[in-house]
């Protein structure tokens, strides 16, 4: 468990808090197990019927903690910690919400994408710069965006590394409402509580109607992190690296 996860439970709400704002809420490998475990632990209790996932004033992810993000490229690995968080993602079989607000950033709108509402403020930004560092897509975005936002926008998310203001991620598909930062997370909390109580058996049914199979999820995050590996270890990837944190375009 870490510190930088905090998490408590309401009326069948287990809200999964990233609550570490000096680093604007940078994932690092210890908070991707604590999420896994909630995640896991929450689907098996019956009192949890509902997830919501939030951050803190001004972030709701920046991302893979900068620091763990080296270590994978210098091994030229992807943590199985990472992995793990995906893969339960992908199979959780209870609604999943998010409350944003602020930075969104690589895994922190891929992640998105596996949730069932998201909540967004006015001055959330949606980026995902995989392809800036040399990489590639991850958390399935290369299958779930396509079908969520189309093509085109997908194309511009992922690949171009375009920026998305919480109006065009509405616009796009990515977010179901935007709303002001002091009521986002309440919004957020009020549909949780709406989704918790009704009937659950019949709330499950229809969400995995929805979402279809997830094994198709899980093996073409198993597909992005062999590619991710890959890229990780390229001289592409490396001078990417070294371009980053020099502060000069590549």
């Known amino acids: 468990m870490t510190e930088h996860i905090r998490i408590d439970r309401e009326a069948g ?13 940078a994932i690092t490998n210890a908070m991707y197990e604590t999420l896994t475990e909630a995640l896991r632990t929450g689907e098996q209790d019956e009192a949890v019927r509902v997830h919501l996932l939030a ?21 030229g ?65 290369s299958l779930l965006a396509p079908r969520l936002l189309g093509l085109p926008r997908a194309f511009e998310l992922l690949c171009l590394g375009a920026t998305f203001d919480a109006e065009q991620a509405h616009a796009a598909g990515l977010v179901n409402a935007v709303v002001r930062s002091d009521d986002v997370e309440t919004q957020a909390f009020a549909a949780a509580r709406e989704l918790a109580a009704k009937p659950q058996a019949a709330l499950t049914a229809a969400r995995r109607l929805l979402r279809g199979d997830p094994m198709d999820v899980i093996a073409r995050i198993e597909e992005e992190a062999d590619l991710f590996r890959e890229r990780l270890r390229s001289e592409e990837a490396r001078t990417a690296f070294h371009s980053f944190l020099s502060g000069k375009p590549g």
């Not at 709400?13 to 809420?25: I, Y």
């Open 77 to 141: 690995a992807l943590g199985e910690a990472v992995i793990h968080f995906l893969k339960t993602l992908a199979t959780v079989d209870k609604p999943m919400i998010a409350a944003v607000d602020g930075l969104a950033i690589g895994i922190g709108t891929t992640m998105l994408m596996h949730c069932d509402l998201v909540y967004a403020s006015p001055n959330s930004v949606f980026r995902t710069p995989f392809l800036d560092l040399g990489l590639v897509p991850e958390a399935a975005s």
């Open 13 to 25: 709400v287990q809200r999964l808090r990233l609550d570490r704002p000096e680093k604007k809420n």
């Open 55 to 75: 951050g803190v004033p001004g972030a709701f992810t920046a991302g893979n903690d900068i620091e763990d993000f080296l270590s994978f490229a210098e091994e």
